[in-house]
């Protein structure tokens, strides 16, 4: 290795050890912090602290409403023109509110702004009631849902993340459910990104900073509760390369944003040193090094819900699967490891860049169906508006497993490269797309 190539190391390694200490300390004086760093290409876990530690989602819940409410509209249940009854019930709740009126209507794509932009706690009881009758029994579809979504320590109580001692999750568990809603549901996601929204004459705007101050943000999704201190869930994209972090337990909102943009940028540095295979990217020096408790064996048994729709079982994709399950078991490069051993994390990382990816390895996907038709339907259109930039692709429809099955939308068999350009090609239409690996 040159001599400037250390020099350069050495004085990042001096700066991300620097940042190390004080994360640790934070984490130290604030019990409720936690706090997660995903490539979402990949599955690496860039950073982890407290991780898998129970902590209250607040608004974060309204992630999950929203899975639901973009099912149904897959499912033709709902349109997004549909009128949504508004109960006393559902009006009473707390602020943040749109303040509905008892007996009047709200249309499905107003409540999805309402969700995401205004957080609006009566809406998400709306949506609830709605879907399943009572809040009671779809905070049960919801944490269902939570299950076969790969969220093992989450349960839900109510739709909104208004307070109560039984709906807890952890920041791994809502990394997972920003990842799903934007793999499963493309097509809606661009929802994530809106600040502002028209309702009875008056323009609704939202609480996410993020997606303003930050370059790259383009969504999810923001929460506080006295108990769980400031949330936030934050998608962004740099250089083609999507990241998905989670912090709980933010002392203000504005502390929460400058800590998750600190840790955005951390990762992509990170990142890039890990794409490059400089030594110095397999140190655990973005975090806490405590091991993180090992998943259960078999899935915890799903909440039967008698009056619920069959759930459909969507896998993330199996190098974002894998990755995040090994890192429940073993925090993504350690820095003690012993280097004379078989988990030698050098030795690891030379074997992965070494490693060539199967020919035709990436996908683009363009929306998730539970009708194969439309997903094939999808696809066609997307390869036809890349007929001439393509080289050797397929349109491919890939159901779940599950008793309700959902069809992807893919083009199949390309080059990770191509298909960046592809989905990028894809959005300059306006077409919503993500690329994923398909071995």
């Given at each position: ?164 001692a039984g709906q807890t999750t952890t920041a791994r568990d809502m990394a997972t459910l920003s990842i799903r809603v934007m793999q499963d549901f493309p097509q ?110 078999s899935p915890t048994p799903a909440v039967q819900v008698a009056s619920a729709e069959p759930a459909s079982t969507v896998s993330l994709s199996s190098a974002l ?108 239409q306006g077409m919503d797309c993500m690329v994923v690996a398909h071995y």
């Amino acid at each position: 290795m040159r001599s400037s190539h250390r020099v350069r190391l050495g004085a990042v390694a001096v700066v991300l050890l620097s940042c190390l200490l004080l994360t640790i300390k934070t984490a130290h004086a604030n019990p409720r912090y936690a706090a997660i760093v995903i490539d979402v290409e990949s599955g690496d876990v860039l950073h982890s602290a407290n991780a898998d530690a129970t902590r209250y989602p607040a608004s974060l819940t309204k992630m999950m409403t929203l899975y639901m409410l973009f099912e149904a509209l897959e499912r033709g249940d709902l349109r997004l023109d549909s009128p949504l009854p508004v109960s006393a019930y559902a009006a009473s709740r707390q602020a943040s509110k749109l303040y509905v009126k008892a007996g009047s209507t709200l249309p499905v794509e107003t409540a999805i702004q309402a969700l995401v932009i205004r957080s609006a706690n009566d809406v998400a009881v709306v949506v609830a009631e709605a879907l399943g009758g009572s809040e009671e029994n779809f905070g049960r579809m919801m944490t269902d849902k939570a299950r076969q979504l790969g969220m093992p320590r989450t349960t839900f109580r109510n739709p909104n993340g208004l307070p109560d001692a039984g709906q807890t999750t952890t920041a791994r568990d809502m990394a997972t459910l920003s990842i799903r809603v934007m793999q499963d549901f493309p097509q809606y996601y661009h929802y994530f990104s809106q600040t502002r929204f028209s309702w009875n004459g008056q323009t609704i705007t939202g609480h996410n900073r993020l997606l303003g101050s930050y370059p790259g943000a383009d969504g999810l999704k923001t929460g506080f509760i006295r108990a769980s201190g400031f949330n936030v869930a934050t998608s962004a994209v740099r250089d083609d390369r999507r990241i998905v972090s989670v912090v709980m337990g933010g002392f203000t909102a504005a502390s929460r944003d400058a800590h998750m943009a600190d840790l955005l940028d951390r990762g992509y540095v990170r990142l890039s040193m890990l794409q490059r295979g400089d030594w110095i990217a397999q140190a655990d020096v973005f975090g806490d090094r405590m091991e993180l408790p090992q998943q259960p064996s078999s899935p915890t048994p799903a909440v039967q819900v008698a009056s619920a729709e069959p759930a459909s079982t969507v896998s993330l994709s199996s190098a974002l699967q894998t990755r995040l399950t090994e890192s429940s078991t073993e925090p993504y490069g350690r820095a003690d490891a012993e280097m004379g051993s078989a988990d030698d994390p050098l030795r690891d990382l030379i074997a992965r860049a070494e490693a060539p990816q199967p020919a035709g390895a990436w996908a683009v996907q363009v929306g998730a169906f539970s009708n194969a038709d439309q997903a094939r339907s999808l696809a066609s259109r997307a390869a036809e508006r890349l007929a001439s930039q393509v080289n050797g692709g397929r349109v491919a429809v890939a159901p779940s497993e599950g008793e309700q099955r959902v069809y992807r939308a893919r083009l199949v068999e390309l080059q990770e490269s191509e298909a960046h350009s592809a989905c990028n090609s894809l959005r300059q239409q306006g077409m919503d797309c993500m690329v994923v690996a398909h071995y």
